[in-house]
């Protein structure tokens, strides 16, 4: 079950009491994960709360708004805050994800930055790490896809995460295997601060139903589309109808800035729009545990990424 959407930004929830007759105390914080684009901060947070909550994809860009995921224990419960990809900003979208970026760290209990462990680290994760050092909070490195490395790469990358001089810990894994990475949340979990869960223990993210629903049409469209085109896609879900039958009837709008990216989504006879939907649908009806209708349509809106109202619309703060 996901709870209710955040539209105040990165504001802590009240604490949820601790269950009677609980035999330990309980801790509970916020991580907030920071990252190159595309490094898997996503699947690591897919990883640890057990059941996918942000969507992946190859693409940079993929995540926009900080996404929390809740991954709770017997005794802990992290706050999981996927940052987006931590870039230079370049436009309104890019500039509101970096402050969003500023605000969930000054709110976090600790850092988990997450680095490629293929591509090694780089200037970029050099940038990172500034950033993290003057936050006042404890940092944690994982450097991730390590399955795709043989044993003295991985010891070269950890070593070159050590040298960033901003972590005790560093732990090898692979967040789509799940290697490492219970290790990994339990030793975020003991660094969490004394106190009541913020959520109940059934749920495991904060989005609406309808922007965990439009995260996974747009995942949809990211995977099967190339170039310009997936920076340019954003999807508003108008309608979720639930009727008698069962069935759940979803209304979704996909956004693009040209006509030509139109063209794209909707391919040859309809024939993307049509593969877009029937993955989307399979995602949907995942999620929900109900049979799913679903309706797409394709519109232009030029220049959305620099639009301020248009932003404020699509809740990236």
């Known amino acids: 079950m996901v709870s209710g959407p955040d539209p105040q930004g990165p504001q802590r929830l009240a604490p949820v009491p601790d269950p009677e007759g609980a035999a330990e105390p309980t801790r509970a914080g916020f ?3 920071a990252g190159r684009p595309n490094v898997g901060k996503s699947t690591m947070v897919n990883a640890m709360v057990g059941r996918k909550v942000a969507i992946t994809s190859d693409k ?3 995540t926009r708004r900080a996404i929390r ?3 709770t224990g017997a005794a802990e419960q992290l706050v999981l805050v996927d ?3 931590v870039q230079r900003p ?3 979208l890019t500039e509101r994800m970096q402050r969003r970026v500023e605000r969930e760290l000054k709110d976090a209990d600790a850092a988990l930055m997450v680095i490629n462990g293929e591509e090694g680290v780089g200037p970029g994760d050099r940038w990172i790490a500034a950033l993290l050092a003057a936050a006042p909070v404890p940092v944690v490195i994982a450097v991730n896809k390590v399955d795709r490395l043989d044993a003295p790469r ?3 990358v950890l070593s070159a995460a050590a040298e960033l001089g901003i972590a005790d810990d560093i732990f090898p894994v692979s967040a789509r295997k799940g290697t490492g990475v219970l290790e990994l949340r339990a030793h975020l979990g003991a660094l969490m601060p004394a106190s009541p869960f913020f959520f109940p223990p059934e749920d495991n993210s904060d989005q609406s139903e309808a922007q965990l629903l439009a995260e996974l049409v747009r995942e949809a469209a990211l995977r099967r589309t190339f170039q310009e085109v997936p920076h340019s896609v954003e999807v508003v879900i108008d309608e979720i109808d639930r009727d008698r039958s069962g069935v759940t009837r979803v209304l979704g709008k996909i956004w693009v800035e040209t006509e030509s990216q139109k ?3 909707i391919g040859a006879h309809g024939k993307m729009i049509k593969q877009i939907g029937t993955a989307a649908r399979k995602e949907l009806q995942r999620e929900l545990g109900v049979q799913v209708h679903l309706e797409l349509s394709v519109r232009v809106r030029k220049g959305w990424r620099g639009d301020e109202r248009a932003l404020d619309r699509l809740g990236i703060e």
């Open 263 to 265: 063209g794209i989504l």
């Open 83 to 85: 940052l987006p990809g």
């Open 69 to 71: 995921g809740v991954a």
């Open 90 to 92: 370049r436009d309104a």
């Open 31 to 33: 991580v907030a994960l």
């Open 60 to 62: 940079p860009q993929t």
């Open 154 to 156: 991985v010891i070269t």
